[in-house]
T-cell receptor, first 114, second 120 residues
Framework: AQSVTQPDIHITVSEGASLELRCNYS??????LFWYVQSPGQGLQLLLK??????LVQGIKGFEAEFKRSQSSFNLRKPSVHWSDAAEYFC????????????FGTGTRLKVLA | GAVVSQHPSRVICKSGTSVKIECRSLDFQATTMFWYRQFPKQSLMLMAT?????????EQGVEKDKFLINHASLTLSTLTVTSAHPEDSSFYIC????????????????FGPGTRLTVL
């Protein structure tokens, strides 16, 4: 079955510390992968996406993600977290075989300590 | 580019009334639009998919008579919550997909800012 797993429901880091948010997907075809951020009461903002090519993708706000096909993972990283990064983060995969749709992970809530 | 708007951003209504939410693609033609529902501290749940000029396809468990979707043009889709009840209170998000492949990928959805519905 197609699925996206974000194993960490909550993550707390100190400001200035590095961050890694995990995302694993289950999908047999070529994955189109996305990371979104959502602040409270707001819509989704696209951080970065992977379609093909270089497996290390750069996004906005200093985020990057690495696609590892062998591990079915697409983890999000940031070398130094800012207090404004506190938000909910969603990983998603676009299902393109059969009926097209996105499958979202359950989200990871990031808290940043001053 | 690829901007999607929603109107209204917030709406409060009385139980039993109907509420319409609009989703517009502002700078591209949306061949397909999607409606999601998000409960507090949860992920997005796809409610339905609509293609311009045809009936929407609803996900399992979504009442099509309660959540009426109209995709009347290539830039506008509407979601009408009929006879709303407090349990319909939620955050509704739309997204759009385009075939304008010069500028965009057909495999990417562009999201609106969401509409907060509160039913009293």
């Amino acid at each position: 079955a197609q699925s996206v797993t974000q194993p960490d429901i909550h993550i707390t880091v100190s400001e200035g510390a590095s961050l890694e948010l995990r995302c694993n997907y289950s999908y047999g075809a070529t994955p189109y992968l996305f990371w979104y951020v959502q602040s409270p009461g707001q819509g989704l903002q696209l951080l970065l996406k992977y379609f093909s090519g270089d497996t290390l993708v750069q996004g906005i706000k200093g985020f990057e993600a690495e696609f590892k096909r062998s591990q079915s993972s697409f983890n999000l990283r940031k070398p130094s977290v800012h207090w404004s990064d506190a938000a909910e983060y969603f990983c998603a995969v676009a299902i393109t075989s059969g009926t097209y749709k996105y499958i979202f992970g359950t989200g990871t809530r990031l808290k940043v300590l001053a | 580019g690829a901007v999607v708007s929603q109107h209204p951003s917030r709406v409060i209504c009385k139980s039993g009334t109907s509420v319409k939410i609009e989703c517009r693609s502002l700078d591209f033609q949306a061949t397909t639009m999607f409606w999601y529902r998000q409960f507090p501290k949860q992920s997005l749940m796809l409610m339905a998919t609509s293609n311009e000029g045809s009936k929407a396809t609803y996900e399992q468990g979504v009442e099509k008579d309660k959540f009426l979707i109209n995709h009347a043009s290539l830039t506008l889709s509407t979601l009408t919550v009929t006879s709303a009840h407090p349990e319909d209170s939620s955050f509704y998000i739309c997204s759009a997909r385009t075939r304008e492949l010069i500028n965009y990928s057909y495999n990417e959805q562009f999201f609106g800012p969401g509409t907060r519905l509160t039913v009293l």
